[in-house]
């Protein structure tokens, strides 16, 4: 659909997703993306799945912060997966963090699906032996002081020795299943900042934890606690062959006898969490 999809098409979906209503819409024949025949977005589904990932990309804008789409897209096979086993509390928020980019660029996404905005686009820190400005290396293991890959929930909120600070789940076996016991959190860090890039260039590392900067820190944490999704990126081959929140075949398996109902996770709700 990128350039081709229509714009009345895109009109019509934007304007679906906002009223929190999504009616049956027949795409023209000639989008490359379409649902088959007149299919229904009401619901996720094989047929649609594309569609539907492609709207939401160009709905947000995502091209404009350099979040390719081929990310974006991985990251909602794990959040649609995370969804249909109701791994998720809040079903509005998205956060990706992109460990392809150096510590000296924004890797930190908030998205608000319902929304259809990006809440917060920001610097986070990977662990001192995942890499340098670079991450390379990534680890499940305790005392590793590396970065894990793949899909968490966030948990609950504490005060710590790194101050106010949110506890992670991680949903991947033998992957990033061992976050809570490693103490791995996201928490503020005075080496997350731009003078810090300028003084040493790049961000300080933390012991694993994907570190913010201190001025935002309980502003995220208080916006994507308490059950929402994160997907920590990088294009890791053996990453990708273990984990089964990637693989779109497990998700349309599961799309093939229970689609996903789209009203009740894109349109906004009345409050933080609730559907």
Same mark, same amino acid.
């Given at each position: 659909?990128?350039?081709?999809?229509?714009?009345?098409?895109?009109?019509?979906?934007?304007?679906?997703?906002?009223?929190?209503?999504?009616?049956?819409?027949?795409?023209?024949?000639?989008?490359?993306?379409?649902?088959?025949?007149?299919?229904?977005? /009401?619901?996720?589904?094989?047929?649609? !799945?594309?569609?539907?990932?492609?709207?939401? =990309?160009? @709905?947000? &804008?995502? *091209?404009?912060?350099?979040?390719?789409?081929?990310?974006?897209?991985?990251?909602?096979?794990?959040?649609?997966?995370?969804?249909?086993?109701?791994?998720?509390?809040?079903?509005?928020?998205?956060?990706?963090?992109?460990?392809?980019?150096?510590?000296?660029?924004?890797?930190?996404?908030?998205?608000?699906?319902?929304?259809?905005?990006?809440?917060?686009?920001?610097?986070?820190?990977?662990?001192?032996?995942?890499?340098?400005?670079?991450?390379?290396?990534?680890?499940?293991?305790?005392? /590793?002081?590396?970065?894990?890959?793949? !899909?968490?929930?966030?948990?609950?909120?504490? =005060?710590? @020795?790194? &101050?106010? *600070?949110?506890?992670?789940?991680?949903?991947?076996?033998?992957?990033?299943?061992?976050?809570?016991?490693?103490?791995?959190?996201?928490?503020?860090?005075?080496?997350?900042?731009?003078?810090?890039?300028?003084?040493?260039?790049?961000?300080?590392?933390?012991?694993?934890?994907?570190?913010?900067?201190?001025?935002?820190?309980?502003?995220?944490?208080?916006?994507?606690?308490?059950?929402?999704?994160?997907?920590?990126?990088?294009?890791?081959?053996?990453?990708?062959?273990?984990?089964?929140?990637?693989?779109?075949?497990?998700?349309?398996?599961?799309?093939?006898?229970?689609?996903?109902?789209?009203?009740?996770?894109? *349109?906004?709700?009345?409050?933080?969490?609730?559907?």
């Amino acid at each position: 659909m990128r350039k081709t999809l229509s714009l009345t098409v895109l009109v019509v979906i934007l304007s679906a997703f906002s009223s929190g209503r999504l009616p049956a819409v027949e795409a023209p024949h000639n989008s490359v993306n379409e649902p088959a025949g007149a299919e229904s977005i /009401s619901k996720l589904t094989r047929a649609n !799945f594309e569609f539907v990932a492609q709207s939401l =990309y160009d @709905s947000i &804008g995502l *091209s404009a912060y350099e979040l390719n789409f081929d990310i974006f897209r991985k990251a909602l096979v794990g959040y649609f997966s995370l969804a249909s086993e109701d791994a998720l509390k809040n079903k509005e928020l998205l956060t990706i963090i992109n460990f392809e980019q150096p510590s000296t660029e924004k890797r930190f996404y908030t998205i608000d699906l319902a929304s259809k905005v990006v809440k917060f686009h920001t610097y986070v820190a990977h662990g001192r032996n995942t890499g340098e400005n670079l991450a390379k290396k990534f680890s499940n293991t305790l005392h /590793s002081n590396q970065s894990s890959l793949g !899909f968490v929930v966030t948990g609950e909120t504490y =005060y710590g @020795s790194k &101050g106010y *600070s949110l506890r992670l789940d991680g949903k991947e076996r033998s992957i990033n299943d061992n976050v809570r016991n490693r103490a791995v959190v996201i928490h503020g860090a005075d080496y997350v900042t731009e003078s810090w890039i300028k003084r040493y260039g790049r961000l300080g590392r933390s012991q694993g934890c994907p570190a913010l900067p201190p001025d935002l820190n309980k502003e995220i944490i208080d916006t994507i606690k308490g059950g929402t999704a994160i997907f920590s990126y990088y294009p890791e081959t053996e990453y990708f062959k273990s984990s089964a929140y990637v693989n779109d075949e497990d998700l349309f398996r599961r799309l093939d006898s229970t689609p996903i109902a789209l009203a009740g996770i894109l *349109s906004p709700s009345s409050s933080q969490g609730s559907l």
